[in-house]
Every structure is written in C-alpha cells, then in structure tokens.
C-alpha cells in the first residue's frame, strides 16, 4: 500500500465515556487507530475491542459502544454464564477498571 492510504496512531486512554458513563481506568490503555483506505480501526488488542466507521470519530463511537457493551454483557456477567474467554475478558476489564461514574 501506499503510505498515504495508511495512518495509524497509539494513543494511551485514561477513560472511556459512552452515553451518560465514564469509565475510569486504574492505568492506562493502548489504542491503535489506524486508517486503511476509507475505513477507520480504533482497536484495543489487550481487550480484543474493535471499533470501525467511514472517520475517526465514528471508530471511536464504535469502540466506546462495544466497550460498555462488553462491561455490561461480559464484565457484570456471573461466571458461571461465561466461556472461558468471555472470562479472561471481564478479568482484564475488571482490572483495568477502578470506577465507572454515572454522568448527568
């Protein structure tokens, strides 16, 4: 590929924020963020969370949805219910997870 068709970033997050939660992270997480073409992916390997859209932002917005989303269905989730993946997921998340605060 050309280098112009590729852009592709590290970030550190501190928090991640989706609807009216904040959630805050006892140290901070790896973010890749690369563009191919037209498609952004915002991506956190350590969790196994990706996020796509046509910008950036859109990526980020996709990423924050499947991070609550993998809070409320993986992480809240009993054990008992959970693959052993979907274990090894919600013990990295409940980590990596000091509070979540409920925004107004």
């Known amino acids: 590929m050309l280098a112009d068709e590729i852009s592709a970033e ?6 991640v924020r989706y609807e009216d939660r904040c959630f805050l992270f006892r140290s901070p997480l790896q973010v890749y963020s690369e563009r191919q073409e037209d498609i952004w992916a915002v ?20 990423f924050e ?3 609550a989303a993998c809070w409320d269905l993986v992480a809240m989730e009993n054990d008992n219910n959970l693959t052993a993946d979907a274990i090894v997921l ?3 998340m409940l980590d990596l997870i000091v509070n979540v605060v409920h925004r107004q």
């Open 65 to 67: 949805m499947d991070f």
């Open 10 to 15: 590290i970030e550190s997050w501190d928090t």
């Open 90 to 92: 919600k013990t990295a």
């Open 43 to 62: 991506a956190s390997p350590t969790l196994g969370i990706l996020g796509y859209g046509p910008t950036r932002d859109e990526a980020v917005h996709a």
